[in-house]
């Protein structure tokens, strides 16, 4: 009963409903425990030392960001988190640095992108997820020059996104640039910035 009410008090705290192996040990708890509540079916297991609650509002992109740490939100699916884009993604996409490999990966809904190291930490910011979790994602200047990098672009998805920006007052063209020289775009800005500002 006793860590039932550690349990709980940690559930209590997370806002969320989610809770780690890591907690649960670091309370004393044996992680043979969370088993139990598994079993009584309180909790399920999402992945490997990550649980959630029965009740709780499942929030993919934030759970799917505590599984892999180093997954940034990218390309479409930044696109539509920053509001650039009203389609949802049929399938998330996350970028990580070449190199970073989980077998795990491989068996997500999930659009992997890799890029060497020096390309993948910048532009990164912390966002709130549609249910209001914590989340990271590459900012908009980054996002639009990932979009214009690959063959596979969806060609309204990037004149939408980028007439938006063209409008926006809070538009940052010197980071734009500066994000599509480092990632060789900086052509393609420069076409649809001439056509569009």
């Known amino acids: 009963m006793k860590n039932k009410k550690k349990i709980d008090k940690i559930l209590e705290l997370s806002n969320n409903g989610i809770i780690t192996t890591q907690q649960i040990t670091s309370s004393g708890i044996h992680r043979g425990y969370l088993q139990k509540l598994v079993k009584e079916g309180q909790l399920y297991r999402f992945s490997r030392g990550l649980y959630v609650c029965k009740d709780a509002w499942e929030d993919d992109?934030?759970?799917?960001?505590?599984?892999?740490?180093?997954?940034?939100?990218?390309?479409?699916?930044?696109?539509?988190?920053?509001?650039y884009s009203d389609r949802t993604p049929a399938q998330y996409t996350m970028t990580f640095p070449k190199g970073y490999n989980t077998p795990s990966l491989k068996q997500e809904n999930i659009i992997v992108k890799r890029v060497i190291p020096k390309n993948y930490s910048f532009g990164i910011i912390e966002f709130k997820s549609p249910c209001g979790n914590p989340i990271f994602i590459y900012d908009l200047e980054r996002t639009l020059c990932d979009i214009l990098r690959g063959n596979d672009i969806d060609i309204q998805i990037v004149i939408s996104a980028m007439k938006k920006y063209a409008a926006s007052s809070s538009k940052n063209i010197h980071k734009l640039i500066q994000y599509a020289e480092q990632l060789h775009?900086?052509?393609?800005?420069?076409?649809?910035?001439?056509?569009?500002?």
């Open 185 to 197: 775009v900086k052509s393609k800005v420069l076409h649809y910035m001439e056509v569009l500002l």
């Open 61 to 83: 992109f934030y759970l799917l960001q505590l599984k892999y740490g180093k997954g940034i939100y990218s390309h479409d699916t930044a696109l539509y988190l920053l509001g």
